[in-house]
């Protein structure tokens, strides 16, 4: 085949790797769990959410990376690598993270729960009581689960689930039918809890777990009865989970999904993770099954899937090894009791969580379900749980008689099955359900509740940054904003319209849409600061969010900064652009916050002579989020609420120098830290200034 290189539209050595720097962004959250001034059980919860990032950029990031490499395309990203050459330093920093993440929990955090009497208990160690009493768990809860498969031409290979734990078993001599496989499979139901805690007077210790890769180990010859268990190692394949859907040629997305959902479990192999004992014999084996070769093999000291230690801190009642309580402060004017349309009709309400509640934007829909004045709610849903509060009280208005209307988001990466699911029960009750644009994702973060009041129909809207998820809402920092502007409800009006009809676009007042005015209007916020500079006059710039990929943006910032207009970056996880370069981005800084919450508003910020226009968003700048996607950025138009969102958004992170890093020109981070400067915690501050008590 022949293949050809794609020319960038802008010079390659103006950006840097996209996957590289989801993987920089991972080195972050490693730090959290080597950082000693976070608890040490947090630093464990670090060290899980880890592996969960990895299993995720592996089951998307790298499985398009692979099957890029297997295509034998010669088409260049736009930091002008190839997806072979991406590919080898992906897969080389990659490695050199999980090799860190396991060194440290071996060497650091391990030891130092066990200092604490949290201790997990090595088959090596056990005594004559632990092991009595860890073998009849064997035996009561795991032997009726478990099905060994023996390896011969009449069992092959099975079906292994996407990150299912699995053993590759070594064995000599012959069975009951006189048969002599000498391998077998034991697949470790999902059912079954990765690890179990002893009881305590047999422990030894305050918590003892052991496990469950060790209990197999130990007893896993009472498997294969007269055999003889020569090795025994645990392993785990991860799989291309993307979804491949031609919305184009679906007549019925959610059939058609439903349908679909089912191959996630067994897309191709990615990467293979085995014990780091497992014979040499039995990983060619492994690898050649899954179809991997040598650099997809990760050899791991420890259990293969640390994402399942994720439940430990939650078990062990140790306060002083965890975050503080935090309480998340409620505003006054929706308090408790207080009528909440007559609260956002005096003026708008902010809410910043989570130092913030949730609780007035589901008391919201909670008092719009009951309202006899209500006459419709309209609403899009992306990520909202399996087990909804907001969901059910869409439910109890579609029951109440209400016009209710939601935009249920199918293609929500990995929250598929939960999406449809509400669906069903929405439809069931009357609700109209649609699912969105035909190629676009809806992203957006919009809720419109129609009332009855004199002089006719007033709309109120919630717009966010962030998803209708009550517990995300406790994690995640996002803005949220509750109007009765009727301009603003007038255009967010116009966007349900849009995405429920058929119809030209019209010009919204206030918001900025993608994919038709977000990014233009973005890159022309850039473009006027930059003119403004040029005339002798201020330009600033800064923007907070997720990731910064999108190459007219990043070149837009270039020249803005050429033109002397001073850019400050809050960018949490991906950043392309290449700050500090001389005669390119010297006015450009860019800076990443990782703390006890995950970072997730969006804040775009222009000086505008003066005027400081600020804008809310759920959309990242990315080529998916500008040009694939049904997202909104809205003004703060209050002067008071405009003032918050710059301190509290913009002012309190980049005054960080504990939890903030800065980004060099090759995409380095180094972590700020001042000796002389009074220390700053954004997270911290927030949670004194806003928080419950």
């Given amino acids: 085949m022949n293949h050809t290189y794609l020319t960038p539209r802008f010079p390659t050595e103006n950006y840097l790797n996209r996957e590289l720097g989801l993987l920089a962004f991972n080195r972050r959250v490693l730090a959290q769990a080597q950082d000693e001034r976070v608890p040490l059980l947090e630093r464990l919860r670090f060290l899980c959410i880890v592996s969960s990032n990895m299993d995720e950029f592996f089951e998307i990031r790298m499985a398009g990376l692979k099957e890029q490499v297997k295509a034998n395309t010669r088409i260049t990203t736009t930091d002008g690598k190839t997806a072979q050459e991406a590919f080898r330093l992906v897969s080389a920093e990659a490695h050199a993270i999980v090799t860190e993440q396991y060194l440290h929990l071996n060497d650091v955090i391990l030891p130092a729960l066990s200092e604490q009497g949290i201790r997990f208990l090595r088959r090596s160690t056990w005594n004559e009581g632990q092991r009595e009493w860890i073998r009849n768990y064997f035996i009561r809860e795991m032997v009726p689960v478990l099905t060994p498969i023996g390896l011969d031409p009449s069992h092959p290979f099975p079906k292994v689930l996407n990150k299912s734990l699995n053993f590759a078993v070594e064995l000599e001599g012959k069975d009951a039918f006189g048969r002599s496989s000498n391998a077998a499979i034991v697949q470790a139901p999902r059912v079954l809890p990765r690890v179990i805690q002893l009881p305590e007077e047999l422990a030894g210790c305050a918590h003892g777990f052991v496990f469950l890769s060790s209990i197999l180990h130990e007893f896993v010859g009472e498997l294969f009865t007269g055999m003889t268990v020569l090795g025994c190692y645990q392993f785990r394949a991860t799989r291309n989970s993307d979804l491949f859907v031609d919305e184009e040629e679906v007549t019925n997305l959610r059939t058609k999904l439903q349908g679909e959902l089912p191959h996630r479990h067994f897309g191709d192999a990615v990467r293979l993770e085995v014990a780091d004992n497992c014979s040499p014999a039995m990983t060619e084996f492994l690898l050649a099954q899954f179809g991997l070769k040598a650099a997809d093999l990760y050899r791991v000291h420890g259990p293969v899937n640390l994402v399942r230690l994720m439940q430990v801190p939650d078990w062990v009642d140790r306060p002083d090894m965890k975050f503080p309580p935090f309480t998340p402060g409620l505003p006054k004017a929706v308090g408790?009791?207080?009528?909440?349309?007559?609260?956002?009709?005096?003026?708008?309400?902010?809410?910043?969580?989570?130092?913030?509640?949730?609780?007035?934007?589901?008391?919201?829909?909670?008092?719009?379900?009951?309202?006899?004045?209500?006459?419709?709610?309209?609403?899009?849903?992306?990520?909202?749980?399996?087990?909804?509060?907001?969901?059910?009280?869409?439910?109890?208005?579609?029951?109440?008689?209400?016009?209710?209307?939601?935009?249920?988001?199918?293609?929500?990466?990995?929250?598929?099955?939960?999406?449809?699911?509400?669906?069903?029960?929405?439809?069931?009750?009357?609700?109209?359900?649609?699912?969105?644009?035909?190629?676009?994702?809806?992203?957006?973060?919009?809720?419109?509740?129609?009332?009855r009041e004199e002089g006719g129909l007033k709309r109120y809207a919630h717009l966010g940054t962030g998803n209708y998820h009550p517990r995300t809402a406790r994690l995640y920092s996002d803005f949220g904003l509750m109007t009765a502007n009727d301009e603003v409800t007038r255009d967010v009006s116009e966007v349900f319209k849009q995405l429920t009809g058929l119809g030209q676009a019209r010009t919204l007042k206030h918001l900025w849409q993608a994919p038709f005015t977000l990014q233009p209007n973005v890159v022309a916020g850039i473009q006027a600061e930059a003119a403004a500079a040029r005339a002798g006059g201020k330009g600033r710039i800064v923007a907070k969010m997720n990731s910064l990929v999108e190459p007219e943006v990043i070149n837009a910032l270039y020249e803005a900064s050429q033109a002397g207009v001073d850019i400050e970056l809050l960018v949490r996880g991906v950043c392309m652009l290449r700050p500090g370069v001389p005669g390119l981005s010297e006015k450009i800084r860019v800076r990443s916050i990782i703390g006890r919450f995950l970072e997730h508003h969006r804040i775009f910020y222009f000086y505008a002579g003066g005027k400081e226009n600020v804008y809310l968003s759920s959309a990242d700048w990315m080529e998916r989020n500008f040009f694939k996607r049904i997202e909104l950025a809205f003004p703060i138009l209050d002067p008071k609420l405009k003032k918050r969102v710059i301190t509290e958004g913009l002012k309190f992170y980049l005054a960080d120098n504990q939890q903030g890093w800065d980004m060099n020109s090759q995409g380095v981070y180094q972590r700020r830290r001042s000796s002389r400067a009074k220390p700053h915690n954004a997270q911290g501050e927030l949670m004194l200034t806003l928080g419950g008590g």
Avoid at 356 to 379: C, H, R, Y
Avoid at 387 to 401: P, T
Avoid at 410 to 423: P, V
Avoid at 437 to 448: C, S
Wanted: glycine fraction near 6%.
């Fill in 336 to 451: 408790k009791g207080a009528n909440i349309f007559e609260s956002i009709r005096r003026a708008d309400i902010l809410l910043h969580h989570p130092y913030q509640s949730f609780a007035p934007v589901i008391e919201l829909l909670n008092q719009a379900a009951s309202d006899p004045n209500v006459v419709a709610i309209k609403m899009t849903v992306y990520r909202t749980g399996t087990d909804s509060v907001l969901m059910q009280s869409l439910i109890r208005a579609a029951q109440n008689g209400k016009e209710v209307t939601v935009v249920v988001e199918l293609m929500a990466r990995f929250d598929e099955e939960a999406n449809i699911s509400w669906a069903t029960k929405l439809e069931e009750v009357g609700a109209h359900v649609v699912y969105g644009v035909v190629g676009y994702k809806t992203h957006a973060k919009a809720l419109l509740i129609v009332r």
